[in-house]
């Protein structure tokens, strides 16, 4: 098989010895203490811990309905699937996203039509746009809360397309005496990959008001069949039948169970990040360099992505980051911009070209120091 074009990584490079991470992951006594519990319990699989998390998670999230499952692309997935997307459908997503949300359009063997965000300052998907780009064929529309930042569905609801919330960033509550961003539309995807705010390595979570929707999810998640290991392995059932083409996207007890502690967490973590984002606005005030939704007081505070004034500055900024063995990123390539998707119709993305053009993401997570802040806004203005 020929491997012309694909990337490698450089494997005889040794790792860099961050000084500053761009996020950070700790895993609590309570967590490990749960995790143990799984191990020595003889049952790893989808279980009662996944349960219990499920429970926790829709209390917490204020919905009636919460499937656990593999990992965030799934959650997008066996969401997509659940509201009816399939051959020939389309479905309208930001170019200015993780790639999962058009990889999952595509698996289901849908067009991806990608629509803008609104601006660099304010990079949460267009709904005027998302309008613009609606034919027939629509059949679905994936919103992003960018950074954990409220997307407003509202003029994207009751318009014959479902509405599908990519909620990756938005984990845990918006505000230090608040709940988490609402679900207003048909499903939500959560995403528990190492950089999220409720990180387990890896795992998802699909959530969703209605019950018949939320039968079909607990369906797919688990090759649509009409009973689990589990519950044959106490007895409660015998047998199953397969009642559709589902997937396996089933969660580890460990991760359900190292999960639902960690959920106690996210109301001060998540305190700390907003506070973090306004020390790096206030730090950054007369550089030039700007914070994204930094006028937003509601939010989760899941990355910290600054606005350079200068156009094509991105590469020489983390350079000098590097230097100073910061770690830095980039939310997101754009979609249209992939060479997977270079074939997708084209469409005026004016604002998500500009942010390609603008943003890096610098260091946040809840054991960031404010003297780690100040030192990644020197080392970025003193760059420019």
């Known amino acids: 098989m020929s491997t012309a074009g694909i990337a490698t990584p450089a494997q005889a490079a040794p790792p860099v010895r961050w000084r500053t991470r761009l996020s950070d992951l700790r895993v609590s006594p309570a967590q490990r203490a749960a995790a143990l519990e799984v191990l020595d319990s003889g049952w790893l699989s989808m279980g009662p811990r996944t349960a219990a998390f499920e429970r926790a998670f829709a209390d917490a999230a204020n919905v009636d309905h919460a499937f656990a499952v593999a990992n965030g692309t799934a959650a997008l997935l066996v969401a997509l699937k659940a509201v009816g997307v399939s051959p020939g459908d389309e479905v309208i997503v930001p170019s200015l996203t993780f790639v999962a949300d058009a990889s999952v359009v595509r698996q289901l063997g849908a067009t991806p039509v990608l629509a803008d965000i609104t ?31 409220r997307m407003d569905v509202t003029p994207l609801l009751g318009r014959g397309f479902s509405v599908v919330e990519d909620a990756a960033h938005a984990i845990g509550p918006i505000a230090d005496d608040g709940g988490w961003i609402p679900l207003l539309g048909d499903a939500a ?14 795992g998802g979570m699909v959530t969703t008001r209605d019950h018949m929707l939320g039968e079909r999810i607990r369906l797919l998640r688990s090759h649509a069949m009409t009973s689990g290991t589990w519950d044959r392995h106490r007895g409660h059932a015998t047998d199953y039948d397969v009642v559709d083409v589902g997937v396996n996207a089933r969660l580890t007890e460990v991760q359900a169970a190292m999960g639902e502690v960690g959920l106690a967490d996210l109301p001060v973590h998540n305190t700390v990040r907003r506070r973090l984002l306004r020390t790096y606005a206030d730090a950054f005030a007369g550089s030039g360099v700007r914070m994204a939704l930094a006028d937003e007081a509601s939010t989760t505070g899941h990355i910290a992505v600054a606005v ?73 203005t003193a760059a420019l």
């Open 119 to 149: 601006s660099v300052d304010r990079p949460l998907v267009d709904a005027d746009d998302v309008l613009r780009a609606v034919t027939p064929r629509t059949r679905a529309v994936i919103v992003v809360h960018y950074a954990g930042v």
């Open 189 to 202: 995807a959560y995403s528990f990959f190492a950089n999220k705010n409720l990180p387990l390595g890896e």
């Open 308 to 380: 350079l004034p200068e156009p094509g500055s991105r590469p020489r900024i983390r350079a000098a980051l590097m230097d100073y063995r910061i770690q830095s990123s980039f939310h997101y390539p754009p979609i249209h911009a992939m060479t997977a998707y270079r074939d997708l119709p084209s469409r005026p993305l004016p604002h998500t070209k500009e942010a390609a053009d603008r943003f890096v993401t610098l260091p946040l997570h809840p054991y960031l120091t404010d003297s780690e802040v100040h030192e990644v806004v020197s080392v970025v």
